[in-house]
């Protein structure tokens, strides 16, 4: 296919011209699917563990990855590759994609260092003129290539803005619901032949409360334009019409009726009622998916593509009834975890992906509940990207303690939170033994320091001896034996929860910008 984009002709990105329906060649041959056990597995039917991280910019108005105002990108994905995430979750507006497809300009110069990132430039040059910033996105894509991380991409909001995703839903007054499947699409079909990209994730955090009516995003079985599981399912079918292997990431809303007491979205809400009088289950943004039961997405081609997508957060972001107690992974599961996502995983429904998890290192409650949800993936085989790498999210901090260039060795210095890696790092897939970071590049080992694999490495030399962390720590014959974990189902009656999801106060430490960082 070609852009009408006067960037279709990109210098630093050149798309492989070859069908999607040929033999997998080393540009087809990483996409993934969901089989009949709900993993999410390779062309071989071989299982595998998405572990990634959050890198965001592109949706705030920066046009580029943040940091990249100071720092190397070339050397910021190397060191991302080399710590051992396999995946990349890069959230960007529908704004900025029809930006992209129509060739319209930036409305600003990229927020890029010319004098560190000379690859970015038009010249090719230190202190060059900084070049279009789908140019530079397609560079990103040619590195993560080269590096073995995957790519997927979020809408974090219909409009760039670094507020944007407080939007209750995917369309604004400025950007409909067409122009939403029309950006994806369009995405969709121009990389259908490139698997570095290799999921979609619909919408970030589709959210409201009852009282907000049809401003809420709802999750039932209506044409209702705010019905979020309509939508997705429409945009799920635009996008596979196009690209058939990509896998969509569905994320849930806010709240649901308690519809075993006869409740509905049209329900009239009750203002600040006790937990047992409300008539909906809360949930953190994005985080509630108890629809799935009664509305499961299910696009035209079947569900072979469709992966499920809960947030997660602990009390450092806000401190919600389940975290009054002294909590444990069973209470997390009967107050909230099991009822409102987890039994999609459990019972076999469909693979999950936690696409937002992370929190500052308090050593108190909020670190205890990033490990005991850390434990629980690692345990149960749910893939997740952590958020965030990016040092200027307020409400969570970031993985990167501080980011800067020494000129004088022209080098990139990111430091990194020992930690919050170390408490982190656990979950990323790697070997038993010796440790060796697992990509999902079947061709290319993850990184260049020698510490990672590439899939076909693992499953050749690795999997049938000393296995991987993967539920918990399993060696596998490569078939699609899906190893027995036990996932403990709500010890009690589920309680019935209600939360206010409040928006935190969120600083900036990058001297060049202002943007803010995720908010839930």
């Not at 099991?338 to 929190?359: K, R, V």
């Not at 939360?499 to 900036?508: M, R, V």
Request: include cysteine; hydrophobic fraction near 35%; aromatic fraction near 12%.
């Amino acid at each position: 296919s070609t852009l009408s984009s006067s960037s279709a002709a990109s210098d630093v990105y050149k798309r492989q011209a070859v069908s999607a329906a040929a033999e997998p060649d080393a540009w087809h041959d990483d996409w993934l699917h969901v089989n009949d056990n709900a993993e999410i597995v390779d062309r071989n039917g071989n299982p595998v563990w998405l572990t990634g991280c959050n890198w965001f910019g592109y949706n705030v108005g920066s046009q580029v990855f943040d940091g990249v105002w100071s720092q190397n990108m070339h050397e910021m994905l190397t060191q991302i590759a080399d710590h051992g995430f396999n995946l990349l979750r890069i959230p960007v507006s529908t704004e900025l994609l029809l930006q992209w497809k129509n060739g319209d300009p930036d409305p600003a110069t990229p927020k890029v260092n010319e004098w560190t990132n000379p690859e970015l430039t038009k010249e090719g040059v230190v202190g060059g003129t900084v070049k279009y910033s789908f140019d530079i996105w397609n560079q990103a894509i040619a590195w993560c290539r080269e590096l073995g991380i995957k790519i997927m991409i979020d809408i974090h909001s219909a409009e760039t803005a670094s507020a944007g995703h407080q939007v209750n839903l995917w369309y604004t007054d400025k950007f409909s619901t067409e122009d939403w499947f029309e950006a994806l699409s369009w995405f969709a079909d121009y990389y259908k032949d490139d698997d570095t990209i290799l999921a979609i994730d619909l919408k970030n955090e589709p959210h409201g409360k009852g009282q907000e009516g049809t401003t809420a995003a709802k999750w039932d079985g209506s044409t209702d334009e705010n019905n979020w599981a309509y939508a997705a399912t429409k945009c799920a079918n635009s996008i596979l019409d196009v690209n058939p292997n990509a896998l969509i990431f569905v994320e849930g809303v806010e709240q649901y009726p308690k519809t075993e007491k006869g409740y509905t979205y049209d329900t009239a809400d009750i203002w600040q009622a006790p937990a047992d009088v409300s008539p909906w289950y809360g949930a953190w943004w994005g985080g509630n998916l108890r629809g799935v039961r009664d509305y499961p997405i299910q696009p035209d081609s079947g569900t072979s593509q469709i992966v499920y997508s809960p947030h997660d957060y602990g009390p450092s972001v806000y401190n919600q009834t389940w975290f009054d107690k002294d909590f444990t992974e069973q209470t997390l599961l009967d107050d909230y975890w099991y009822d409102t996502w987890a039994y999609i995983n459990a019972e076999n429904i469909a693979p999950l992906l936690i696409g937002e998890w992370g929190g500052h290192m308090d050593g108190g409650k909020n670190q205890q509940w990033m490990e005991l949800l850390r434990d629980y993936m690692i345990n149960h085989h749910i893939n997740h990207t952590f958020w965030c790498l990016n040092t200027n999210s307020g409400d969570t901090g970031g993985l990167w303690a501080g980011i800067g260039y020494d000129q004088a060795a022209s080098k990139t210095n990111l430091t990194w939170d020992a930690d919050k890696y170390a408490l982190f790092e656990k979950s990323l897939w790697q070997t038993l033994k010796t440790g060796k970071y697992i990509g999902l590049d079947h061709q290319k080992a993850l990184g260049n320091n020698g510490t990672g694999l590439s899939l076909s490495e693992f499953y050749a030399s690795y999997a049938s001896t000393e296995g991987s962390n993967l539920d918990g720590g399993t060696i596998v014959d490569g078939n699609t034996t899906k190893p027995t974990t036990d996932t403990t189902k709500p010890s009690t009656t589920t309680t019935t929860i209600t939360t206010t999801t409040t928006a935190a106060a969120t600083t900036t430490e990058a001297p060049k910008t202002d943007v803010l960082g995720d908010i839930n």
